[in-house]
């Protein structure tokens, strides 16, 4: 009952979420039970194969995918073509084949903890399964105080102190000098009775500070964002006659 | 034995550690016309061992025998937790030992108790360890062995620094906004650990006083 | 029966209502030396009984028999569930101790979810013990002796199938791979390790239930 995979994989079902799986080895482990059941004799090539189809067709549906995933398709397909490959000169680096055993190995030893974590907790446990209990009454009792603050609960005190020390910390925000939507719309207000023509946009807006090319754009922008605003509240028409050509501006006598 | 029904009902009297109503008794068993017969039965097999069972009024109970309370007294320990402050000013001690009693205060943000420091150090948790050489001579504070073999700690080198503590998962921020899972998370602690929260004022007469 | 002592041992180990030490047992009894005898004469004579007597550690206990869990659930005070990743990294502690926290995330292929460690030590079952002497001095993670008391174990030597995991090679820590460990680091930046927070919810009854 202990060796039956947590999780079975049809071919073909890829509503699984990964969120399921505790990491890619994990993965792995369930799709390399699906393939035998010794994973000693399993065939890696096919495995990764196996990997990288269902890693491709969960992107298909699911856009979002946790990047160790990638990471592992993409190192099995680089072991995939190690493996085809004729065999190498030995270098420093490892052989396909060590690389392939190392495989085997990370998953049969993960496959060994997660069983046995399963024949662990299913043991008598303490308050599930098995229980303390009598009574007192009858004998002389003195009672001893035991301090039973643990470890825990001391770096848990230590953390919160930790954790408010840094809250407490100011977060002190700079003064700045960019110019602002408000800002625009009340200095576009202030002049549009003198903008009873078409009139360049650039024209209409507050000479440029040459000094600071960053304050010089936030002006350009949140006066352009200030004047859609005014010409969507019909106060001013805006026009443009193609495109990235200049922007002209005047005032609504009717608006 | 092979008798399910004498276990079931060991085991229950037992872990119960109250006395149970033979009618209640009866619902857990398979034999429920032979109940009295059972109890009997169980009731003779401890007769003369340490623990006997009793039967009052309608009800049963194990219980230690009783030609051993004259001479036999037990000690038990009542367990309880340090309260909230007590635990800060122990951590800080812990971390930034030898310190003293003003710059715990600085780090906590508040004015100790005066028994505070006493406390822990009747605990045996903490002591004196020299002197400070600022004006006025403050005393320095330090852990003792005790307080190390207690938390189970090798050494103080032990005490993870703050990185591991972050990585530990004892930095998460939790408080922030809390989530609706957050939310569960939290209640089903609270349900794990009444016992926790109503700690904080048992204090030093306390510890005296049930001793 | 006439031996006052075994009757006083089970009053004693009855009313504590928990472990006692064998060394504490002793000093209540006249036949000091053989109070290993005595005791093992108690647990034999309760053996097919509703309640045994049970040795972890050092320490003697009085529990109810393991074969009747299903009919002493309304006992049960442990809502507490573990996750699967708890639970896996528990048992690596358990067969691997004393082990970095980087040495078990290379076992288990993954970074470790915030909150596995803390949530351990939390239960009581993990404690950290020294630090390892490669750079960075790493904490490593032992289990307590309540693990050893809460899972029913004579010692850690008694965990099942250690020498099985041990013939097979499963107890070296190594990496099985600089290449795919390090892959698995590498990545910790990248990902905003979203799948890992939420880790508790997957239970411990999905876990046993999927089996």
């Given at each position: 009952m202990l060796n039956v995979p947590d999780t079975e994989i049809k071919e073909g079902?890829?509503?699984?979420?990964?969120?399921?799986?505790?990491g890619p080895i994990d993965l792995l482990l369930v799709l390399a039970r699906s393939q035998?059941?010794?994973?000693?004799?399993?065939?890696i090539s096919e495995l990764a194969d196996q990997y990288i189809n269902f890693i491709n067709e969960y992107r298909n549906i699911h856009?979002?995918?946790?990047a160790d995933y990638l990471v592992m398709a993409a190192w099995l397909t680089y072991l995939k073509s190690r493996l085809l490959l004729p065999k190498e000169e030995k270098t420093d680096e490892y052989t396909a084949d060590e690389l392939e055993e190392a495989l085997k190995y990370q998953l049969q030893r993960l496959e060994a903890f997660q069983n046995i974590s399963k024949i662990i907790y299913s043991r008598?446990?303490?308050?599930?399964?098995v229980f303390y209990g009598g009574s007192s009454e009858g004998l002389k009792v003195k009672y001893n105080i035991n301090y039973t603050s643990n470890l825990y609960d001391l770096l848990k005190s230590y953390s919160q102190i930790l954790k408010s020390n840094e809250q407490v910390k100011q977060l002190t925000i700079e003064y700045s000098e960019l110019y602002s939507v408000d800002q625009a719309v009340k200095r576009l207000k202030g002049i549009f009775?003198?903008?009873t023509e078409w009139t360049n946009f650039l024209n209409v807006?507050?000479?440029?500070?040459?000094?600071n090319k960053t304050i010089n754009k936030s002006i350009i922008s949140s006066n352009f964002v200030a004047s859609l605003e005014l010409s969507k509240n019909g106060f001013i028409d805006l026009k443009q006659d193609e495109s990235f050509g200049n922007i002209y501006i005047k005032f609504n006598q009717n608006g | 034995m092979d008798n399910k029904d004498i276990k079931i009902l060991e085991a229950i009297l037992f872990a119960s550690g109250e006395p149970l109503d033979e009618n209640d008794l009866k619902?857990?068993?398979?034999?429920k016309n032979n109940i009295s017969k059972l109890l009997l039965e169980i009731k003779d097999f401890y007769k003369n061992r340490g623990i006997n069972l009793i039967k009052t009024g309608n009800k049963w109970s194990f219980r230690t025998?009783?030609?051993?309370?004259?001479?036999l007294t037990i000690f038990k320990t009542q367990k309880r937790k340090l309260s909230r402050a007590a635990l800060e000013t122990l951590s800080i001690i812990a971390y930034?030992?030898?310190?003293t009693r003003s710059e715990i205060e600085n780090i906590r943000g508040v004015q100790m108790g005066r028994g505070s420091l006493d406390h822990l150090m009747e605990i045996g948790w903490i002591r004196p360890s020299g002197r400070k050489s600022?004006?006025?001579?403050p005393t320095l504070w330090s852990t003792t062995d005790l307080f190390v073999e207690h938390f189970g700690l090798?050494?103080?080198?032990?005490?993870?620094n703050k990185e591991e503590l972050k990585a530990s998962g004892f930095?998460?921020?939790?408080?922030a906004i809390a989530t609706i899972s957050d939310l569960a998370k939290n209640d089903e602690n609270l349900q794990g650990n009444d016992n926790l929260e109503q700690e904080?004022?048992?204090?030093i007469d306390d510890f005296i006083q049930n001793t």
């Open positions: 079902q890829f509503n699984l979420l990964l969120d399921n799986f505790e035998k059941v010794d994973l000693s004799d399993i065939s856009i979002e995918i946790a008598s446990l303490v308050n599930r399964d009775g003198n903008i807006i507050p000479n440029l500070i040459k000094a | 619902e857990k068993i398979k034999d025998a009783e030609d051993l309370s004259d001479e930034q030992q030898p310190i600022i004006p006025g001579k090798n050494s103080l080198s032990d005490l993870p930095l998460d921020k939790r408080a904080d004022e048992n204090n």
